[in-house]
């Protein structure tokens, strides 16, 4: 099927994150407990609505697509994730961006994923 | 005005809780808050610390668990000059109310009670009065599921109206009892939209509500209640003031 004019698309914010747990999480149960968290918070509709999707994801870190006036949502669903699988974890947002490229450029170049471990060790 | 500072006033540590006092400061600092006050429950028998460094303070707290008005307002007495943060833990309605009514208060914790969302028309008149802030805590939200959420959700957005009608200070936290239970501001902000809060409420619920909380300048001496101070002898003579 041809795709959508430019005007006509939906538009899009990217959301850049890290995932801070003990343990390592795979993307599949990644996926799974953001859906299931927004469909816990929003609904079905509400979900919907944000029409969240996850990019990238890699070394704990990667990139959410969200639809753009639906950003606050898509970040208080993400944010009342508090396990995967019986594990901890926390989803840190570093920041929102337009497009893929900036998002990726701005927020996870060169960024290591916070390390409870190695900081509280270093400021104290 | 620049950039707004953040505080989460409401944050359990070891032995409360399951974090130490650097890991909560450590996560704290990455997620750009400017300081965190300690407060464990009174019951726990933990000394309040504080160990701040330039940029990042770490204030002294206590939550006050009471099991009757007349211990509360004891307890209240015994701490409030050793702590910079002083909250009640509410969920009751006489501690609510005896909270409210005390003005050496800073915060009302929790004040819900399951379905009710323990705030009311008098209770918010005396919260205003003696400036007490009522705490929204967001652990609740987090970490809750299903229909005790909804319970939660409406509870906020009750005490919510409430506050704006009397204009009672309103205070954002995470409750934490874990760091793993700590959010960023933003995402405090986006799940306090959640029931109702705009931004930039929350944006002052979690800075200016909370700076000046820090700032109630109850230690100085010649100190009596807000608005209220000694001023000595030679201070007076030294004014010559022109009549």
Redesign the interface.
């Known amino acids: 099927m041809k795709i959508l004019p430019p005007t006509m698309r939906q538009r899009k914010r990217y959301l850049a994150f890290e995932l801070i747990s003990k343990e390592k999480i795979s993307r599949d149960e990644l996926i799974r407990e953001l859906f299931s968290s927004m469909g816990s918070l929003l609904g079905d509709a509400g979900s919907s609505e944000c029409s969240m999707r996850l990019l990238t994801f890699e070394d704990s870190k990667g990139i959410i697509q969200c639809a753009h006036k639906r950003t606050e949502q898509t970040r208080a669903s993400i944010a009342t994730i508090t396990t995967i699988g019986g594990r901890q974890v926390l989803i840190n947002i570093f920041g929102t961006s337009g497009t893929v490229a900036t998002a990726t450029e701005k927020y996870l170049e060169g960024v290591k994923v916070f390390n409870l471990e190695e900081q509280s060790h270093i400021n104290w | 005005m620049g950039k707004p500072q953040f505080y989460d006033l409401n944050v359990h540590s070891r032995p409360d809780n399951e974090s130490?006092i650097?890991?909560l400061?450590?996560?704290a600092?990455?997620?750009g808050y400017s300081g965190l006050a300690i407060t464990n429950h009174s019951n726990t028998a933990v000394d309040p610390v504080a160990t701040g460094t330039e940029d990042f303070e770490i204030l002294r707290g206590i939550e006050i668990v009471a099991t009757s008005p007349s211990k509360l307002h004891g307890l209240i007495g015994k701490y409030r000059k050793n702590v910079d943060v002083l909250i009640v833990h509410g969920g009751n309605e006489n501690i609510n109310r005896a909270a409210v009514e005390n003005p050496n208060v800073d915060v009302l914790a929790h004040p819900q009670m399951g379905r009710q969302s323990g705030l009311n028309h008098i209770l918010a008149k005396s919260a205003s009065e003696n400036n007490v802030a009522i705490e929204f805590n967001l652990d609740a939200?987090?970490?809750g599921?299903?229909g005790r959420r909804v319970q939660t959700l409406s509870n906020f957005r009750t005490n919510l109206n409430i506050a704006r009608k009397y204009d009672v200070p309103m205070l954002l936290t995470s409750n934490a009892s874990?760091?793993?239970?700590?959010?960023?501001p933003?995402?405090?902000?986006?799940?306090a939209?959640?029931f109702g809060m705009s931004k930039n409420e929350a944006v002052s619920a979690l800075s200016l509500t909370a700076k000046g909380i820090i700032q109630k300048k109850r230690s100085k001496p010649g100190f009596i209640r807000e608005g209220v101070e000694v001023i000595g002898e030679d201070v007076l003579e030294g004014t010559g003031d022109p009549l």
Not at chain 2, 178 to 183: C, I, N, T, V
């Open positions: 130490t650097e890991e400061t450590a996560l600092k990455h997620f939200i987090i970490k599921r299903g874990s760091y793993f239970d700590m959010r960023a933003r995402e405090m902000i986006a799940i939209g959640m």
